[in-house]
């Protein structure tokens, strides 16, 4: 199911719940750079996913710690580098809200109207980012309901995808597909130094 991207939304605040940005990796592909502080638009881009979940009762950054615009939480993923099934793994324990919205730290035009839009479409297990009409989702882009999400974390989480975790998700419950829309489209992520470059020329 694929929610309709110009249908009305409740505010973030009607929910509770809290959140956690995936701020670790290697950066390989942008020459071992920190992703999370590059700036796009005069931001750094973990400041503009925690600006986001801005309504959020607790956030939990996971990587190496970085100066931020607000106090956050860090933690890291054991072993460090093991991917953001790992990295999640690491955040549950500190997490209260029965809602969790999980955002990756290289969204340059990720916004909080839409974190807004994924907990109004939220089904039973949760709601997701739908990248096309092929059924293609993109997993570091979503609200899930924490006890299910505990439920199916894998006792060894290490190197596990995050692809395969949503879909022991779906398997047990609705999880919901949003077309987030925006353009920019919020679910732009910044891979490449030429995918950073237009995004700043796009700002």
Do not use: N
């Not at 093991?82 to 029965?98: I, K, T, W, Y």
């Not at 925006?182 to 732009?188: E, F, L």
């Amino acid at each position: 199911m694929t929610t309709d991207p110009s249908a009305p939304t409740r505010f973030a605040a009607a929910v509770r719940y809290d959140a956690v940005v995936l701020a670790g990796g290697h950066g390989r592909r942008m020459g071992g750079a920190v992703k999370p502080a590059l700036t796009v638009g005069g931001r750094r881009l973990v400041d503009i996913a925690l600006d986001a979940v801005a309504e959020a009762s607790i956030t939990v950054a996971v990587g190496a710690a970085i100066p931020t615009s607000r106090p956050v939480e860090w933690v890291r993923e054991t072993p460090v580098g093991s991917g953001p099934v790992a990295a999640l793994a690491a955040a549950l324990p500190l997490l209260r809200a029965p809602v969790v919205v999980v955002l990756a730290a290289d969204l340059p035009f990720i916004t909080t109207a839409a974190v807004d839009q994924l907990l109004a479409a939220t089904g039973e297990a949760g709601a997701v980012v739908a990248i096309d009409s092929d059924g293609r989702d993109q997993p570091l882009i979503g609200c899930y309901d924490a006890a299910a999400l505990r439920a199916v974390m894998p006792a060894e989480p290490q190197d596990v995808s995050m692809r395969s975790v949503l879909s022991d998700l779906a398997a047990r419950a609705e999880i919901v597909r949003v077309d987030l829309g925006g353009d920019p489209p919020a679910t732009w992520d910044c891979d490449t130094a030429a995918d950073l470059a237009r995004a700043q020329e796009l700002a």
